[in-house]
T-cell receptor, first 115, second 115 residues
Framework: AQSVTQPDIHITVSEGASLELRCNYSYGATPYLFWYVQSPGQGLQLLLKYFSGDTLVQGIKGFEAEFKRSQSSFNLRKPSVHWSDAAEYFC?????????????FGDGTTLTVKP | KAGVTQTPRYLIKTRGQQVTLSCSPI?????VSWYQQTPGQGLQFLFE???????NKGNFPGRFSGRQFSNSRSEMNVSTLELGDSALYLC??????????????FGPGTRLTVL
């Protein structure tokens, strides 16, 4: 069965500091990996996705993620955090073929940004 | 293009009642998925509809049902509401083709409170 683990429930960083959110996945085939962000009371917005190719993926809002197959990880990073980045972040894994099943989401990491 | 819309945005019901939530996908998208989000359980997949047929299903009781219309709009119904059904219900649409995997676009959600 596929699963996603986000080990950090809550992270606090200072504005301007760097950020790394961890994500580990378990999937039997080649995974399709995603990071989403959710602001309070809102739906999820896709930050970036990875299926193949360059293992360092660039996304919106200055975020990037690195896929490491040997570690089954897909960590999200940002060099300098802005106060507006405070939100909840979800990592997800999905099948390449939508006929093959559904996406599985991690439990999320809440990011607080200190002024 | 207009995004995914969900109505109503907020709903208050009492135990034992039933509720119907609506989702209008992005124009041209044929797949609609529903998720339940709660603080304790995170994001859980309910079901996915594609071309008016349920394609994937999560592990929810039969009180949760859905349907999709020929214009791809989808409704979700919960009968005999329980307190534990209080949640944010998210709808996500995607083009729905088999390959390559189509990313999901989320609506803002319907906040259901069961008293």
């Amino acid at each position: 069965a596929q699963s996603v683990t986000q080990p950090d429930i809550h992270i606090t960083v200072s504005e301007g500091a760097s950020l790394e959110l961890r994500c580990n996945y378990s999937y039997g085939a080649t995974p399709y990996l995603f990071w989403y962000v959710q602001s309070p009371g809102q739906g999820l917005q896709l930050l970036l996705k990875y299926f193949s190719g360059d293992t360092l993926v660039q996304g919106i809002k200055g975020f990037e993620a690195e896929f490491k197959r040997s570690q089954s990880s897909f960590n999200l990073r940002k060099p300098s955090v802005h106060w507006s980045d405070a939100a909840e972040y979800f990592c997800a894994v999905g099948p390449y073929n939508t006929n093959a099943g559904k996406s599985t989401f991690g439990d999320g990491t809440t990011l607080t940004v200190k002024p | 293009k207009a995004g995914v819309t969900q109505t109503p945005r907020y709903l208050i019901k009492t135990r034992g009642q039933q509720v119907t939530l609506s989702c209008s996908p992005i124009s041209g998208h044929r797949s609609v998925s529903w998720y339940q989000q709660t603080p304790g359980q995170g994001l859980q997949f309910l079901f996915e509809y594609f071309s008016e047929t349920q394609r994937n299903k999560g592990n929810f009781p039969g009180r949760f049902s859905g349907r999709q219309f020929s214009n791809s709009r989808s409704e979700m119904n919960v009968s005999t509401l329980e307190l534990g059904d209080s949640a944010l219900y998210l709808c996500a649409s995607s083009p729905g083709g088999a390959e390559p995997y189509n990313e999901q676009f989320f609506g803002p959600g319907t906040r259901l409170t069961v008293l």
